[in-house]
């Protein structure tokens, strides 16, 4: 795994306060599609906190006291099954799964995100991510006679004020702030790959028979999982990610077009979606969308 440049520099400017809970605007949805009988893609879309489970005490009033921590982080996961439908879809689920228990009960190290100490944190992400592809990996073994499964991730965890995506296969995150629309990921696919060698035109990308083979997944052959840190210091920036049955239907221009006049994620995300099925919806489709809202200051 190569982390970006980005991760050689810590803060070194005041990101202003982190935003409450209550001002986190956070929606994912998924669907079938018109098309397919059922539905390989799996989200996740949850905080993490420090938390007191009491099981006995003396105190009066327990409800008074802080038992539950400040956030320590966000996440947005996509994972879209690929191969056969149960096979492609049990891949996602026990990717989706073992990122859950990891971030809840494994990751410790969310202090060293934006630290000269940020190497803690890579490590744990590239232990999280090889941990489920060996879950499914394991699992295919297990009830597929040695047949694969696989999966693509994208995972998004926000470490106030810091972005940090995980990325195995084609589905994306994007990133829409100071006006404009950025794909922050990476397709790892084989058309892809080509284009980037010069042997395929970047517009004959969709058009080609490569488009939609994976060249990294979960659970495949080979998974190499790509790490970006982002700046999301700007309230009010949209982080989405999307599995690629929004991005067959939709141009990336439309998507920025409704992120810019978004007035909620959970409407973003409808709009989204009806856009796709408008279209044909030929794919399974996921969609997640988050932002902080923009603090409002009384007038004095």
Not at 256 to 262: D, G, H, I, L, Y
Request: charged fraction near 20%.
């Amino acid at each position: 795994m190569r982390l970006s440049a980005a991760f050689a520099t810590p803060v070194t400017r005041d990101p202003g306060p982190r935003p409450r809970d209550s001002e986190l605007d956070l929606f994912g949805i998924t669907h079938p599609g018109l098309v397919r009988d059922g539905n390989q893609d799996h989200f996740l879309l949850c905080t993490v906190h420090p938390q007191v489970v009491v099981h006995g005490t003396s105190l009066p009033e327990l409800d008074t006291l802080p038992l539950r921590g400040q956030r320590l982080a966000t996440i947005m996961l996509v994972a879209d099954g690929v191969g056969g439908a149960a096979a492609g879809g049990t891949a996602a689920r026990i990717a989706t799964e073992s990122i859950t228990r990891y971030v809840s009960s494994t990751l410790r190290c969310y202090h060293a995100a934006g630290s000269t100490n940020e190497q803690e944190f890579e490590q744990a992400l590239r232990d999280a991510v090889f941990e489920a592809h060996a879950a499914v990996r394991a699992d295919a073994e297990e009830h597929l006679g040695g047949d694969q499964s696989a999966t693509t991730l994208t995972l998004g965890i926000v470490v106030w004020p810091w972005l940090y995506v995980v990325q195995v296969g084609d589905s994306r995150c994007y990133i829409f702030g100071h006006g404009r629309l950025r794909q922050v990921t990476r397709d790892q696919t084989v058309a892809q790959t080509l284009v980037e060698q010069g042997l395929l035109a970047a517009d004959r990308v969709k058009a080609s028979p490569f488009n939609n083979v994976l060249s990294s997944a979960l659970g495949a052959d080979e998974a190499r999982p790509e790490v970006t840190r982002h700046d999301l210091s700007e309230r009010g920036a949209v982080v989405l990610v999307c599995s690629d049955g929004l991005t067959k239907h939709v141009k990336d221009e439309e998507i920025a077009e409704r992120v810019a006049s978004m007035r909620s994620a959970e409407q973003l995300c409808r709009d989204l979606l009806q856009l796709c099925l408008d279209r044909g919806g030929h794919d399974n489709i996921t969609i997640v969308a988050g932002r902080a809202l923009r603090a409002v200051h009384p007038t004095p």
